[in-house]
Every structure is written in C-alpha cells, then in structure tokens.
C-alpha cells in the first residue's frame, strides 16, 4: 500500500508540473504527466497494481513516474502497523499581521501609539520596522524604548543606505534588532551584521531544478498572503500593505476604530486575499504556489489582476528566457 508523501505539494501548469518537496524545501518542475498521475491519486492510499490498471495503454510510462516519485520519498509505503488518523484542523480565527511599517521622522503623538499597541495586540503582530530619512537619535532611541514597552519583539529601523552609511556607527549604538537599507554597498561594507540590504526587486525563482522555497514562504503565498501580511501607516496617516505598493491605498486613519474599520473593510480584504489565481499568466503556471514575486510588479498599477511585468516564464511553453532571474531583474 502507498500513499503520497504529505510533504509534497503540487501544481500543474499548461506545459509542466511543479513539485514542492515541503520537508526539503526544494521546488522542481517536471512533465505535466506526473501531475496527472498525482491528480489522480490524491492523497488516498492506492496498491500500485490498481493504478497501473487504471492506465493500462500508458503503463509503463505511469510506473517510470512511480518510480522516480518513490525513489525521492514522494511517494511512500505504508507499513501495515501504521494506523493513519485523520486531524481535524481549525482555521485560525485571529487575523494576523507579521509585520507593521510606520513612517517615524517626527517624535510620535500618543494617538498613533494607540493604532500601534492595537495592531499588536488585536493582530498578534510582533515585527516593526520605523521607517524614516532622517537619523534623529534622540527620536529613534525614543521609539525602540516605547515599542519595547508595548511588547513588540523585533523592531528594526529603515533608512536610506546614503544616509544610515555616513552614520552608521551612531545607529548601530542604537540597539534595534536589525537595520534595513535599500543600498547594497551598506552591507558590503560589512560594518555589523544586523545590517540587511532590502531590494525592491523581486526574489522570484529560476526555474530549473532543485529551487530552494521555505515551507512558510508556500503557505503564506498558497493563502494568498504574500506581501499582504504586512502593513504600512505612513507619516499623513495613509494606510497600505506595503511600502513598495503605495499605489494600493486601504483608507485613511483617524484614530484606533477607523483602523478597525479599515481592515475590516472590502478594501483590504481585496488584496489580502488576492492570490496568483487572480493573474491569468500565473494561475496557468505550475510555479505559483512556490513563486515570490510580488504583487507590486503588475503592468498596470490600479489592476491586481494584471500580469506581472518582470516574470521571465512562459508557462505555456514551460520556458525561461533568462535562466537566472536574478541576473535578469538587473
Ligand atoms: S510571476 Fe511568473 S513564475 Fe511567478 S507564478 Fe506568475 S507566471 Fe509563474
């Protein structure tokens, strides 16, 4: 008796399949015909015999996959002792936000201390990162001491690489959890390793064999959730998902129940639930569950459904132009 590994996800596109090993965090394309086989398997137990009497006339093509799908612990056999118990699992019911943006130049009114300390406790949120062009240490060590107070757990700082590199050893004396900056040449210079370069470009995968992809980075895109977990409370008090998406405005705060009523508004549920399903392009493409490339990249900025204007794949023809993306976002 065999069963699909429960590690293993999987999705076809137009041309190919896309295996994403979760245990092993690896993504891998293959022919479409194993996502078939797999279609038609599910994750019910199945003797090998009966499937291959299912596909008689493409037999001995079935077994290669079944083989090739057994020999990585894809599919796995199940001893007789084991007695599979079904789980029965619980959507969560609190909404959750992993990480919260603010604009922070000025020194902060209490009122915007309130929306933070309700994000934080109501949205279990626990990542914060102050965003600001300017390097006032008096207002930034003001900051980390007053969000320490409010529980939150890690608290970085962004800034602009020109500005945080001409300062950096003050920063540094300041003790956020990590610096952000948009300037690579801040990190080659090596000054401390709490410094992370933070593009805006897209760490979309290559699609050739063996891609690395975390199991948490699969589940927050398969739920629709990449960059959308995030939230972004500028200096005029506008709210959006993201710094890098100001072009999707969720409303504008007053106080803690308009915030409330944001997020519980159509608005933001449009592009928190927003998954690739919604691209055309990328619903038909094998890498969608596994692909990070983000919302902000569409064509037209005011269409979360329009297609991505960097992604270098043809799903159709299960082709890349560029065989590193990386290169090619440059
Ligand atoms: S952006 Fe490109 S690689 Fe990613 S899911 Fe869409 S079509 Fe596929």
């Known amino acids: 008796m065999f069963q699909v590994n429960p590690n293993l996800l999987w999705k076809s596109g137009v041309a190919s399949t896309c295996l994403m090993n979760l245990s092993a965090s690896t993504v891998q394309s293959v022919p479409r015909g194993v996502g078939e086989v797999l279609d038609y398997i599910g994750y019910e137990k199945f003797?090998?015999?009966?499937?291959?009497?299912?596909?008689?006339?493409?037999?001995?093509?079935?077994?290669?996959?079944?083989?090739?799908?057994?020999?990585?612990?894809?599919?796995?056999?199940?001893?007789?002792?084991?007695?599979?118990?079904?789980?029965?699992?619980?959507?969560?019911?609190?909404?959750?936000?992993?990480?919260?943006?603010?604009?922070?130049?000025?020194?902060?009114?209490?009122?915007?201390?309130?929306?933070?300390?309700?994000?934080?406790?109501?949205?279990?949120?626990?990542?914060?990162?102050?965003?600001?062009?300017?390097?006032?240490?008096?207002?930034l060590e003001n900051a980390l001491k007053r969000l320490r107070a409010q529980g939150w757990h890690n608290v970085a700082l962004f800034c602009p690489g020109m500005v945080l590199k001409s300062n950096i050893e003050k920063a540094l004396s300041i003790p956020f959890d990590y610096f952000l900056s948009d300037d690579k040449s801040v990190v080659d210079s090596n000054v401390?390793?709490?410094?992370?370069?933070?593009?805006?470009?897209?760490?979309?995968?290559?699609?050739?064999?063996?891609?690395?992809?975390?199991?948490?980075?699969i589940r927050r895109i398969s739920g629709g959730q990449e960059n959308s977990d995030s939230l972004y409370l500028t200096q005029e008090q506008k709210l959006y998902f993201h710094p890098f998406d100001t072009h999707y405005l969720i409303g504008h705060v007053t106080d803690v129940k308009s915030l409330k009523t944001l997020l519980e508004g159509e608005r933001y549920s449009e592009y928190a639930?927003?998954?690739?399903?919604?691209?055309?392009?990328?619903?038909?493409?094998?890498?969608?569950?596994?692909?990070?490339?983000?919302?902000?990249?569409?064509?037209?900025?005011?269409?979360?459904?329009?297609?991505?204007?960097?992604?270098?794949?043809?799903?159709?023809?299960?082709?890349?132009?560029?065989?590193?993306?990386?290169?090619?976002?440059?």
């Open 273 to 330: 639930t927003w998954s690739k399903d919604k691209v055309e392009k990328c619903s038909n493409c094998e890498f969608s569950l596994a692909c990070a490339n983000p919302r902000w990249f569409r064509k037209k900025m005011d269409d979360l459904s329009s297609e991505p204007e960097n992604c270098l794949y043809d799903p159709k023809l299960s082709v890349w132009q560029v065989r590193s993306l990386e290169t090619a976002y440059e």
């Open 47 to 139: 003797e090998l015999e009966e499937l291959l009497k299912e596909f008689t006339e493409d037999r001995q093509v079935v077994s290669s996959y079944f083989n090739y799908l057994k020999e990585r612990n894809l599919i796995i056999e199940l001893k007789p002792f084991i007695e599979l118990k079904e789980l029965v699992r619980k959507p969560l019911e609190l909404s959750f936000i992993s990480t919260v943006w603010i604009d922070w130049t000025k020194d902060i009114v209490p009122e915007r201390m309130k929306l933070l300390l309700f994000l934080r406790e109501k949205y279990s949120s626990y990542n914060i990162i102050i965003k600001t062009d300017k390097l006032n240490l008096v207002v």
């Open 192 to 217: 401390d390793e709490r410094v992370i370069y933070y593009s805006r470009k897209s760490k979309n995968i290559e699609g050739t064999k063996d891609l690395f992809c975390s199991l948490r980075d």
